[in-house]
């Protein structure tokens, strides 16, 4: 059955210091997402990404944030310069159509840690 | 701003039971609900949907049900099973790809 991958499964970086989460969505699929989950809070959208741009991001997608398909198989989620709250789970997801009777499948997760 | 709301942060089932998960939303606009389960280290497994036209989906042993008028749903897991214990939560959308999720329900299922 197709997934999406995500990695690593675990980065844990320096204050103030880049990380790129990578993603690998399913290969048909047209629509890209990431989402992230604090520990013990609710699972937040925040990006999402269709024919190489962004078409919605929310208010937790500042300046610090980017996101890219470099290559037209990866989808990667950069963050300029870490902080400490960033810390968190993130999931990437993607989706075939942007129908509204369509479900979203996502990865495992990045764990990011902040230290 | 919550507007997915699931109240319940834990639930515990006997094996065999009913197991019902809430979920309550706020925006009205809301057309398009989702229960999403995920286990530890994983990320969130796509369960059912319904669309805000409908009142009720089933698949298998899952059910959900949609009262637009109370702004609720919920899903039924029957017979519940052990391998059902993870955390479920409830997600909505309204004309576009971006889900909205609930803070989600630890089901647990006592053999």
């Known amino acids: 059955e197709p997934e999406v991958t995500q990695t690593p499964s675990h980065q844990v970086t320096q204050m103030g210091q880049e990380v790129i989460l990578r993603c690998v969505p399913i290969?048909?699929?047209?629509?890209f997402y990431w989402y992230r989950q604090i520990l013990g809070q609710k699972v937040e959208f925040l990006v999402s990404?269709?024919?190489?741009?962004?078409?919605?991001k929310s208010e937790i997608f500042d300046d610090q944030f980017s996101v890219e398909r470099p290559d037209g198989s990866n989808f990667t989620l950069k963050i300029r310069s870490t902080k400490l709250e960033d810390s968190a789970m993130y999931f990437c997801?993607?989706?075939?159509?942007?129908?509204?009777?369509?479900?979203?499948?996502f990865g495992q997760g990045t764990r990011l840690t902040v230290v | 701003d919550q507007q997915v709301k699931q109240n319940s942060p834990s639930l515990s089932v006997q094996e065999g039971r009913i197991s019902i998960l809430n979920c309550d939303y706020t925006?009205?606009?809301?057309?398009?609900f989702l229960w999403y389960k995920k286990y530890p280290a994983e990320g969130p497994t796509f369960l059912i949907s319904?669309?805000?036209?409908?009142d009720k989906n089933e698949d298998g042993r899952f059910t959900v049900f949609l009262n637009k008028s109370a702004k609720h749903l919920s899903l039924h897991i029957v017979p519940s099973q052990p391998g059902d214990s993870a955390v479920y939560f409830c997600?909505?959308?309204?004309?576009?790809?971006?889900?909205?999720f609930g803070t989600g329900t630890r089901l647990t299922i006592i053999p």
């Open positions: 997600a909505a959308k309204f004309g576009n790809e971006k889900l909205t």
């Open positions: 925006n009205s606009m809301f057309d398009y």
């Open positions: 319904i669309s805000s036209i409908k």
């Open positions: 290969s048909n699929h047209l629509y």
């Open positions: 997801a993607s989706s075939e159509t942007r129908m509204l009777n369509t479900e979203a499948f």
């Open positions: 990404f269709y024919n190489n741009e962004i078409s919605e």
